[in-house]
């Protein structure tokens, strides 16, 4: 219940229930006669609205109950799988002269600066706005960058950790 804001307003009674979008009405009922004014259901709504709030809920795993809820986990699960395979055959990769080995470090320094400069750019601005993509990267490049740097003093050339 939310009280008038002034006293020419009405109360306002929603109800709201997660597990079923359909059941998010509200009423508007005078405070002086106790009679409702207007009536708000959920079969109103515009259909964008309705799909809205059916994706939020299914997505925050709140509308199928505990059977979306193992959904989302096992797609988190498969997420962090992929994830982790994909970064564990990057650094398998990489034989000396082997198909797809890793470029090495330094190589960007040869990339023409009407390139480079606006793809950096380009990634300053995703990163800015997704900084879970953005913070991350910028680690991985500044921790490459040192590793390519010790690696350029002591004389060596690597590929993705692997000295050539």
């Not at 307003?9 to 009679?35: L, M």
């Not at 470090?105 to 380009?122: E, K, T, Y």
Request: aromatic share 8%; charged share 15%; hydrophobic share 50%.
């Amino acid at each position: 219940m939310v009280p008038p804001a002034d006293a020419g307003s009405a109360y306002v009674v929603k109800q709201v229930q997660r597990s079923r979008p359909e059941k998010q009405d509200s009423v508007a009922v005078d405070p002086a006669t106790g009679e409702v004014t207007d009536v708000v259901r959920f079969a109103d709504h515009p259909v964008l609205a309705k799909l809205t709030r059916w994706g939020i809920d299914l997505h925050t795993g709140m509308l199928f109950g505990i059977a979306n809820q193992i959904a989302l986990m096992a797609l988190a699960l498969g997420l962090v799988l992929l994830i982790v395979w994909g970064h564990r055959m990057w650094w398998q990769r990489g034989r000396a002269g082997a198909f797809g080995r890793p470029i090495p470090r330094g190589a960007w320094q040869h990339v023409p600066p009407q390139i480079l400069v606006p793809c950096m750019a380009a990634i300053a601005v995703l990163g800015h706005f997704v900084p879970l993509l953005g913070i991350p990267l910028a680690a991985f490049i500044a921790v490459d960058v040192v590793l390519g740097e010790i690696a350029h003093r002591r004389g060596r050339r690597t590929y993705g950790g692997r000295v050539a």
